[in-house]
């Protein structure tokens, strides 16, 4: 479907390889710019509706009357692959006196050109009510069956976790810096009829350091640490790992940090904005963040006050210049809400 003020095109699928073109309905008879087609039961009555996005005009929802035929729906939810069963292939078997009748449908992302189908697979099973089974082929590889649905209902699957499945994966929060606590979240997913151990290793020496599910850990020198969750079962094991950028918690060598005439608040700041204040006009100010980015520099200044809101969270070095000359480099946490 993809013209210019010209009919839509619409075939019906006859199921043995050919298409015949529909000729007659109000489809197909409206003149617009047709660029995509998304097709969905807006109305929950098992029968597909079309929407047509329109270029130059209004879109357009036709509604399917139905014809009386069966349908099945399936809404799907990935548990251990992607939440929308995203690359789901769904095969429907239908018997029909001898002959065993196998359809087939992904679930994809996308359609066509600018469109998003129902994520809801459907098929329509014409005058047979009677479905034999259901195969789901999830993306993560594994097959989920159903035996003799019944016809013209939504059926609500969600993705059984295969049997001794393991899949390590964690999160990481908190400051990164030495000296401050730092929280590791494990959304590892496993099949929970087995026992299931966990095995961090922050300092990637080989050394398991927790084996809580999901624990603290306290950096005290900087570096770059490749931190891993290993799981297991009694059938396997799983790994995930990934890189850690911890940086020393006070400011870089040279930069002198005994305050005195200037004031750096709020510090910590819950949002992100702090004011720098001196009792002496300030000249200049530049903000760098923990790896010696610059994140703000002023023009001049010249007053005693100046409010700077950044779009950064953690720590950063405020630098500020004074008419006098004096310049002093203050630490501050910003965004820790
Ligand atoms: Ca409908
Ligand atoms: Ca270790």
């Not at 995509?36 to 079309?50: I, R």
């Amino acid at each position: 479907m993809c013209s210019t003020d010209v009919p839509v095109e619409f075939f019906i699928n006859n199921g043995d390889k050919t298409f015949t073109e529909v000729e007659s309905e109000e489809l197909v008879s409206t003149l617009g710019s047709y660029y995509g087609v998304a097709l969905g039961d807006y109305n929950g009555d098992g029968y597909l509706d079309a929407l047509v996005a329109n270029v130059e005009g209004s879109n357009a929802l036709y509604r399917n009357t139905g014809s009386g035929n069966s349908w099945v729906q399936l809404k799907l939810e990935g548990v251990v692959s992607n939440y929308a069963a995203i690359g789901a292939r769904v095969y429907l078997y239908q018997s029909s006196g001898e002959t065993v009748i196998r359809k087939m449908r992904e679930l994809a992302s996308n359609s066509g050109y600018s469109s998003l189908n129902d994520l809801r697979v459907h098929f329509g099973l014409g005058e047979n009510t009677s479905i034999d089974s259901i195969e789901i082929h999830w993306p993560e590889a594994h097959v989920q069956k159903i035996y003799s649905p019944t016809a013209n209902q939504t059926l609500e699957v969600a993705e059984v976790i295969p049997d001794a499945y393991l899949q390590s994966h964690f999160s990481i929060s908190g400051v990164q810096i030495t000296g401050e606590e730092i929280s590791f979240t494990s959304n590892s997913k496993y099949d929970d009829s087995y026992e299931v151990s966990f095995a961090w290793d922050f300092n990637d020496d080989g050394v398991v350091d927790s084996e809580e599910e999901s624990p603290m850990y306290v950096y005290t020198e900087p570096g770059v640490f490749d931190v891993s969750l290993e799981i297991s079962n009694s059938e396997g094991i799983s790994t995930f790992s990934r890189f850690l950028d911890i940086e020393l918690s006070q400011a870089p060598l040279g930069l002198g940090l005994e305050a005195s005439s200037i004031k750096v608040y709020p510090n910590p700041s819950e949002s992100r904005h702090i004011t720098i204040e001196s009792e002496e006009t300030i000249e200049h100010v530049v903000i760098w963040g923990m790896s010696g980015n610059k994140l703000f520099e002023s023009g001049k200044v010249d007053r005693k006050e100046l409010k700077v809101s950044l779009n950064y969270s953690g720590v950063v070095f405020v630098e500020t210049l004074l008419q006098s000359g004096v310049k002093e480099t203050h630490k501050a946490v910003i965004g820790i809400k």
